[in-house]
């Protein structure tokens, strides 16, 4: 369903995706990782339309996308949440999901300014799917409250009812645990597997290898821009570059922490 040939992004002189081949089949869960700085949320703002690539081409169902801006790139079917989480802090929890449904009613604008029975019908329509999210999201309890006063887990899964609002085909997660503790990473997992059996497509960028594990069909793995390995996640963990990739930017690390109390 989606296809990437050759996908380059340059920052200046960093080379921040480079030459990236990847083939996302429909109703698979495919994984993202590699270290800190490798390129994966570069990539996820190349698929949504947030940033686009230097080089090489982007398809969705065979029609390329990579020069679309976001709201078209949207409109045909692909949603994602963010690593630094955008909510709307000052709007409820339910507004934040009706909001993000805007554009999927079928009532036109005159039957709004008019305020006719089928824009009324098709608020409450929409209402309901909202609603129905938040309580997949164990989220129904706060719908009225601000979405900037919930704790940071509920936030993320916040982000995730959001994107889901939006009935999109492929959804991309960047890092969709982070800050969770390993029962919350646990049943997000739980929730990402029923969204393949419910015919979406996701790709997911996550440090957690645990969660991968749980629930990704195939990984790819990325360093400095890079496809190093492609996979099953069993295949991957053994994988002499990918562990070599990891290994080499810890020992980095530590270098640079010994250089600064040096
Ligand atoms: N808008 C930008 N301008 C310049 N450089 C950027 C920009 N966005 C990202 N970069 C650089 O591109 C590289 C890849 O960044 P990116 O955020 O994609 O990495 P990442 O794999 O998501 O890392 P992390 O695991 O820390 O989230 C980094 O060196 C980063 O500093
Ligand atoms: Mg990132």
Known sequence: MLELHKVSRLFGGLQALDQVDMRISERRIVGLIGPN???????????????HPTSGTIRLEGNEIHNLP???????????TYQNIRLFGEMTVLENLLISQHGRGR????????????FRAEERRLRDTAMQLLERFH?????????????????????MARALATGPKLLL???????????ETEQLGQQILRLRDEQLT?????????LIHQVCDEVYVLNF?????????????????????????????EL????RKG
């Not at 490798?38 to 190349?46: D, E, M, R, S, Y």
């Not at 645990?177 to 029962?183: F, V």
């Not at 640079?256 to 250089?259: H, M, Q, Y």
Request: hydrophobic share 40%; proline share 6%; no cysteine.
């Open 139 to 159: 989220l129904a309890g706060m719908a009225h409250q601000l979405a900037g006063n919930l704790p940071y887990g509920d936030q993320r899964r916040l982000e």
């Open 173 to 183: 997660l960047d890092e969709p645990t982070a800050g969770m503790n390993p029962i």
């Open 70 to 80: 976001p709201h078209r790139i949207s409109g045909l079917g692909i949603a994602r």
């Open 202 to 210: 996701v790709l997911v960028i996550e440090h957690d290898m645990s």
């Open 37 to 51: 700085g490798a390129g994966k949320t570069t990539l996820i703002n190349n698929i949504s339309g947030l940033d």
């Open 256 to 259: 640079a922490v010994g250089e």
């Open 225 to 253: 821009g890079q496809i190093i390995a492609h996979g099953t996640p069993e295949a991957i963990k053994h994988n002499p570059l990918v562990i070599e990739a990891y290994l080499g930017r810890e020992e980095e690390n």
């Open 107 to 118: 009532a036109s604008v005159l039957d709004s300014l008019v305020f006719t029975p089928h």
